[in-house]
């Protein structure tokens, strides 16, 4: 039987913590950002932890990642 992959994707976009979180990028920072808010745009940087919604999927595809 084969082994079973992680999803490369998934694995640079998604940090797992010591206690099981996943930590993700926000997103609206990628451009266009010279008309947001300087408030806005200190509040989408940094890391924070994935919506409960997205988890289930996230954590299958990083099911053959060992550790994680």
Avoid: F, W
Wanted: aromatic share 0%; proline share 3%.
């Amino acid at each position: 039987m084969p082994k079973m992959k992680s999803h490369s994707g998934t694995k640079k976009r998604v940090k797992v913590t010591g206690s099981g979180k996943l930590m993700h990028r926000q997103a609206n920072l990628g451009h266009l950002n010279a008309h947001k808010s300087s408030k806005r745009l200190r509040r989408l940087k940094g890391n924070t932890e994935m919506a409960g919604s997205d988890l289930k999927q996230a954590k299958a595809l990083l099911a053959g990642h060992p550790g994680r």
